[in-house]
């Protein structure tokens, strides 16, 4: 049963342009988010977090944007950069389980020139 | 930031025989560490949480007696695959947190990629 769901598998964004890649949840209980992106046969490097308490993180580029209602999260990047290109992952988590991730399946994200 | 080292990168093996994946928190301590799963195309899976000086725990469907665990130290955890399997066949991948900074954040290793002939 997926509890985090990316329902993109791929989006196209051209340089300069922001790249929005969504993620909805199910669990309410998920109070820690976060975004990874990954390369192939390679580990997921992490990009940026938000608690259930905020509703905005910001990082530079990289903005993740939290809507509890909606179950609902984004990360955007902007603005774009080829080196983006890779795949994201939406996860998240609960405090008191130790912090273990529930991934989405992954967003591929090319930036083009 | 972080690291967490986890060797070898790949490995081939012969069907029946068992191999071991060792992940390392390379400058903090990690009282507990993570095993993912990720078949082609799909999200990564966690297998099992391992816990140091104590018994992992596995998540439901995960066989606990083919993928044994051993977390020996506060920087080290080990995956043993026994008796592998082609269908085993995916890319490993483990997970720390570093905990005494109280970092929610969870690095991830370089992830093994084991192909069983």
């Known amino acids: 049963d997926q509890q985090v769901k990316q329902n993109s598998p791929s989006l196209s964004v051209q340089e300069g342009r922001i790249s929005i890649l969504n993620c909805d949840y199910t669990?309410?209980?998920?109070?820690?988010f976060l975004w990874y992106k990954k390369y192939p046969a390679e580990g997921p490097t992490f990009l940026i977090s938000i608690s259930s308490i905020k509703d905005k993180n910001e990082d530079g580029r990289f903005t993740v944007f939290l809507n509890k209602s909606a179950k609902h999260l984004s990360l955007h990047i902007v603005p774009s950069q080829p080196g983006d290109s890779a795949v994201y992952f939406c996860?998240?988590?609960?405090?008191?389980?130790?912090?273990?991730?529930?991934f989405g399946k992954g967003t591929s994200l090319l930036v083009t020139p | 930031g972080a690291v967490v080292s986890q060797h070898p990168s790949r490995v081939i093996c012969k069907s029946g025989t068992s191999v071991k994946i060792e992940c390392r928190s390379l400058d903090f301590q990690a009282t507990t560490m993570f095993w993912y799963r990720q078949f082609p195309k799909q999200s990564l899976m966690l297998m099992a949480t391992?816990?140091?000086?104590?018994?992992?725990?596995?998540e439901q469907g995960v066989e606990k007696d083919k993928f044994l665990i051993n977390h020996a130290s506060l920087t080290l955890s080990t995956l043993t695959v026994t008796s592998a399997h082609p269908e085993d066949s995916s890319f490993y991948i483990c997970?720390?947190?570093?905990?005494?900074?109280?970092?929610?954040?969870?690095?991830f290793g370089q992830g093994t990629r084991l192909t069983v002939v």
């Open positions: 669990n309410s209980m998920f109070d820690y």
């Open positions: 391992s816990n140091e000086g104590s018994k992992a725990t596995y």
């Open positions: 996860a998240a988590s609960v405090a008191n389980s130790g912090y273990a991730l529930n």
């Open positions: 997970s720390a947190r570093d905990q005494v900074r109280g970092l929610s954040e969870a690095f």
